[in-house]
């Protein structure tokens, strides 16, 4: 069997929010389950804020492609004084009979705005 894929000619499905100081810069890497005709999208996220820390959002869609965020808040957040205190990105999701398990990458302090650093 041969697949051909094909870029979405509305990418991308979903933008940085400027209403939301979390998530006004970025948004990006999800991790997405479907279940019983619903998509379910947990994102990365960032602000423009200086320390640059990273959260998790969540979107829901029925087609897959036009997505709904489903609050202005994140769902996930570094913790105050945990090891992943500085930032939590790159979500991945399965689902084991009734429970889902979710994996992410952390870091222990945030990065900074990294992209204006000297190199």
């Known amino acids: ?24 810069l970025v948004v990006c890497n999800p991790g997405v389950w479907y279940e ?3 998509f379910y999208m947990l994102y990365r996220a960032a602000g423009d804020d200086e320390k640059h820390i990273i959260h998790l959002g969540l979107a829901i869609s029925t087609d897959g ?3 709904k965020r489903e609050s202005d808040k994140p769902v996930f957040s570094p913790s105050h004084d945990g090891p ?36």
């Not at 697949?3 to 939301?20: A, F, S």
């Open 1 to 24: 069997m041969i697949m051909k894929l094909k870029k979405y000619k509305n990418n991308p499905i979903l933008k940085p929010n400027p209403n939301n100081d979390w998530e006004n």
């Open 65 to 67: 492609f036009t997505f």
């Open 84 to 119: 992943d205190s500085g930032c939590v990105e790159d979500p991945r999701i399965v689902k084991f009979d009734d429970d889902f398990y979710v994996t992410y990458a952390f870091r222990p302090f945030p990065p900074g705005q990294y992209w204006k650093f000297a190199h």
């Open 36 to 38: 019983d005709g619903v």
